[in-house]
């Protein structure tokens, strides 16, 4: 059933060939998915690999049981949404070389159990907010080699176990601000082989366990000191390859940093005091810069090793510091080698003593002979200190885990400085007031399938710094607001998949700083202002699939800088325009899988200036769009998700200059005149945009790109279609209006892409 249910969305237009259907009734009568026809399956081991067998979907008879499914090498264009729904048991998914260029939100959904999701080698250019949706176990994730420009914040927040994130070759130019937030566990992260030249200084914010990171082959002309001073665990960074020239004072402040790498740099000024604030430095790695002179550093007594071969350094008067530097300290030890004067070319800066270097030069030769060693001791041990029976506490990254461990009770004793504590499924059933005792520095709190459905007032008072709390996936039926006591940091709440009916009125104002809420999954019928009193801060609000019929005119009003607003899979019959009415920062909305019949003109108009994004996607919508729809925000818009409704006309696009992308799929488009705009509209874009034609009967299933639009004149006739046309005379207006503005470009393009039938 599951299958069946999944397929249109693998399927897009196709239709199933009979073999697939044939598969999947053997596989019902047997009890047991067969294994795709271009795929091998090792049932035994839960392994099916596909690799380059030209698939041009996600195959759909995969065994459920599957662990490891490898589709390297085909052609699969898009991952749509919920594309794994029927193998939830994946742990490894392969899909490199896929040509796939879209992953559409919620795409791996349902992956719960994945640990490492390969993408590398595809042409993916945006992630989407939600593309990684539901990868909570995710530890690994391969991006390299794409075509990324753009990530939009939050797409990494529900990857708190990643550790490893490969982002390399892609076209990133910008980092904004909190961009990787919510990767609680990440170790190494590679960025090298983008085109950034710049970050915001809070980039790399909420990154409190990463130790190693790549940023070579960048565009960095200047050290972003302020970002990378938010790394405060960093062990390892690599800036080779980008073009700086200096490294001023005090510019770089990592106090974990050990090993640095800025190898192939245009360096040419190092100020002493570069590195004054990186009190573990013990490796620089500043080959093939364009130094010729390098003082002494100061501060760095950790040092152990600078190599700067390759490096244009003058074995003059000038290096005297630096080679008394060499002489004072016997631990660091520095690889230089003299570019001039001639009679020094290549001999090593340490082979030379204090009197040979001179500004008056004057040749000689020296020797002293080399030491052998370096350090890699970074490992420490587990000591004695605390931890719970049956957890696991890692004192040096500060996580403590104690998931899937059974546990009737939550267990006490943690180590009072551990910054994450993951207790994922285990049977509490309740949380006791006072549960986490001690715990001041707990940033992230992980109680996701615990069959939790009583928590008490106080249960989590103490915890002072918890930013992230998370209580999906349990069995809560309601919610005593007090429960929220001392959590004056709190910012992401995730209260989804629980049996919660309604937001306790009063719980914002013990939450002053939510940022993000989510409740989706809930059986929420109604939304009223009670509920969201005092949620002035919040910027994201998550009610997707809560069967909401109502939501009051005045529900939304306490949160003016709501950004992103997600009701779509409810229940409501019409757009909740006097609740958006006061949504003036609105920047995303979805409506999607709502039985909504009909858009209003003006619908959006509250938030004409700030919209982005709208999801207007999956509603059966019959009656059409009124040519007033958009107004307002038509400009503004990026992206706008029409497809899958029962749309046979829309008004022209052309005031839609910002759009990047436009789904239109799945619509019944009536090819007649009246939508000649949209042809000529979809010609002069740079979008792909698929649209497919119902009528007139003899065009049904051509796109509309191609279809003839027959006996048109240059501008739609005033033939009435059975196409619902509120202002008939006001759209027609703008359409002629527009068609004569575009029209010599046009009947180039057209001529030279149809070939024949432009009405000019
Ligand atoms: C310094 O760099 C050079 C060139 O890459 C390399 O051959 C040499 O081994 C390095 N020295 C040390 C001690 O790592
Ligand atoms: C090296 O040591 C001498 C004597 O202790 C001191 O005068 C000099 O400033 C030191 N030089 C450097 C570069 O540390
Ligand atoms: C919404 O309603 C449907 C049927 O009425 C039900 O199956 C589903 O579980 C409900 N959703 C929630 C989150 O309660
Ligand atoms: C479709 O039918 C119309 C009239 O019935 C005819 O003029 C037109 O050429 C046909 N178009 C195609 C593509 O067959």
């Known amino acids: 059933m599951v299958f069946l249910l999944q397929m249109p969305s693998h399927g897009q237009s196709r239709v199933p060939p009979l073999w ?67 193998i939830p048991y994946l742990t490894h998914l392969n899909l490199q070389k896929c040509n796939i260029n879209h992953l559409r939100e919620g795409a791996f959904r349902g992956l719960g159990r994945l640990i490492s999701l390969n993408l590398g080698f595809n042409n993916v250019e945006l992630i989407y907010q939600e593309t990684f949706d539901g990868l909570y176990s995710l530890e690994q994730l391969i991006l390299n080699n794409n075509k990324i420009e753009e990530i939009k914040p939050g797409a990494f927040s529900q990857l708190g176990f990643l550790n490893f994130l490969n982002l390399e070759q892609n076209f990133l130019v910008y980092l904004p601000p909190l961009l990787f937030q919510g990767l609680q566990q990440i170790k190494y992260m590679r960025l090298s082989k983008n085109m950034i030249n710049y970050m915001a200084d809070e980039a790399f914010a909420g990154l409190w366990t990463l130790k190693r990171l790549n940023l070579d082959s960048n565009e960095l002309q200047y050290l972003p000191s302020e970002a990378l001073s938010r790394l405060t665990t960093v062990v390892r960074l690599d800036l080779s390859r980008n073009p700086m020239t200096s490294l001023g004072e005090e510019s770089l402040r990592m106090g974990s940093l050990k090993h640095l790498t800025m190898d192939d740099t245009f360096l040419q000024d190092l100020a002493a005091t570069a590195f004054v604030h990186c009190p573990v430095l013990s490796m620089i790695n500043l080959r093939n810069s364009q130094l010729q002179v390098i003082e002494p550093p100061v501060g760095l007594e950790a040092l152990r090793m600078i190599n700067l071969t390759g490096s244009p350094i003058q074995c003059n008067c000038f290096m005297r510091p630096f080679r008394e530097w060499m002489n004072n300290y016997t631990r660091p030890r520095a690889q230089v080698f003299c570019s001039d004067p001639g009679p020094y070319h290549g001999e090593r800066l340490d082979s030379l003593r204090l009197v040979h270097l001179r500004c008056d030069l004057r040749p000689s030769d020296i020797e002293e002979q080399e030491e052998e ?40 004793g943690f180590p009072p400085d551990s910054h994450l504590l993951d207790m994922r ?11 986490f005792p001690d715990m001041k520095q707990l940033v992230s709190l992980h109680l996701q399938n615990c069959g939790i459905h009583d928590v008490h007032a106080g249960a989590f008072r103490g915890l002072k710094e918890l930013i992230y709390l998370y209580l999906s996936f349990n069995e809560m039926t309601s919610l005593q607001p007090e429960i929220f006591e001392g959590l004056p940091d709190l910012t992401y709440l995730y209260l989804d998949h629980n049996k919660l009916s309604s937001i306790p009125k009063g719980t914002f104002r013990l939450l002053p700083h939510l940022f993000a809420l989510h409740l989706e999954h809930n059986p929420i019928p109604q ?24 939501i009051s005119p005045t529900a939304l009003q306490p949160m003016a800088q709501l950004q992103k607003l997600f009701l779509d899979h409810n229940k409501l019959t019409a757009v909740p325009a006097a609740a958006l009415m006061t949504m003036s920062s609105l920047e995303e909305l979805k409506l999607s899988g709502n039985p909504i019949r009909q858009i209003d003109s003006g619908a959006f108009l509250p938030m004409a200036g700030s919209l982005q994004h709208l999801w207007l996607n999956d509603m059966g919508w019959r009656r059409g769009i009124s040519d007033g729809a958009f107004e307002g925000v038509s400009a503004g818009l990026q992206s706008l998700y029409l497809g899958n409704n029962r749309l046979s006309y829309i008004p022209s696009l052309d005031n839609f200059r910002n759009l990047h992308t436009i789904d239109l799929l799945h619509n019944p488009w009536d090819c007649d005149c009246p939508l000649l705009h949209l042809r000529r509209w979809l010609e002069s874009s740079n979008l792909k ?65 149809s070939g024949r039938t432009q009405a000019q």
């Open 20 to 86: 697939t259907l044939a598969a999947i009734l053997a596989a019902l009568a047997v009890g047991t998915a067969a294994c795709p026809p271009d795929c091998i399956c090792d049932n035994l081991h839960g392994v099916v690999t596909c690799i380059r067998r030209r698939l041009t979907d996600i195959p759909i008879t995969i065994p459920q049981a599957t662990k490891e499914l490898d589709i390297r090498g085909n052609n699969i264009d898009t991952i749509a949404t919920g594309a794994f729904l029927p």
């Open 373 to 412: 060693e370096v350090n890699p001791a970074n490992r420490p041990n587990q000591d004695g200190r605390p931890c719970p029976d049956h957890c696991d506490c890692k004192h040096e990254l500060r996580h403590s885990s104690c998931e899937g461990k059974r546990l009737r009770k939550i267990p006490k």
């Open 425 to 435: 499924y285990n049977e509490f059933h309740s949380v006791p007031r006072g549960s």
């Open 527 to 550: 939304l009223t202002e009670e509920n969201m009193e005092g949620a002035e801060k919040l910027r994201w609000l998550h009610l997707t699939g809560d069967n909401l019929t109502y």
């Open 689 to 753: 945009v698929r649209a497919v034609c119902n009528l007139p009967r003899n065009v049904t299933g051509v796109s509309v790109k191609a279809a003839p639009f027959k006996n048109c004149k240059g501008s739609p006739p005033e033939k009435t279609q059975d196409t619902p046309k509120k202002t008939k005379a006001g759209r027609t207006g703008v359409a002629r209006k527009t068609i004569k503005r575009l029209k010599p470009k046009r009947s180039y393009n057209s001529a030279k892409r």
